[in-house]
């Protein structure tokens, strides 16, 4: 079992930018298709974006699409989520998960990642 241990969550005004991280305990990050996703109170989980395993492709839900950015650094084994133009409807607890799934594609499906961090509160105010 892969451990994640996200950082970087805090409480910000609508508009500002937050930066989230993601490490694994242990494993190289670059080892795995990866993703951040979030849930909010009363709702399901669901995705916010996603790493392909190789070549660096990524995915974007479409409320986050143009502000947040997934990326990967290998030198540093850290995952990262940039959050640009925050809005209130981004206020949830964020996880980031991993995925022995080889695709070369990002992946979406929450139901196909094995590893989940324990997440990291993310709260916008308007």
């Known amino acids: 079992q892969v451990q994640l241990v996200e950082s970087g969550g805090g409480l910000v005004q609508a508009g500002d930018s937050l930066r989230l991280s993601c490490k694994p305990s242990r494993d190289r990050v670059n080892l795995f298709a990866m993703g951040w996703f979030r849930q909010a109170p009363g709702n399901e989980r669901e995705f916010v974006a996603g790493?392909?395993?190789?070549?660096?492709?990524?995915a974007y839900a479409d409320s986050v699409k143009g502000r947040f950015t997934i990326s990967r650094d290998s030198s540093e084994n850290t995952l990262f989520l940039q959050m640009n133009s925050l809005k209130s409807e981004d206020t949830a607890v964020y996880y980031c998960?991993?995925?022995?799934?080889?695709?070369?594609?990002?992946?979406?499906?929450?139901?196909?990642?094995?590893?989940w961090g324990q997440g990291t509160q993310v709260t916008v105010s308007s």
């Open positions: 998960a991993a995925s022995n799934d080889r695709h070369s594609l990002p992946i979406t499906s929450l139901h196909r990642y094995d590893h």
């Open positions: 790493i392909a395993w190789t070549g660096g492709g990524t």
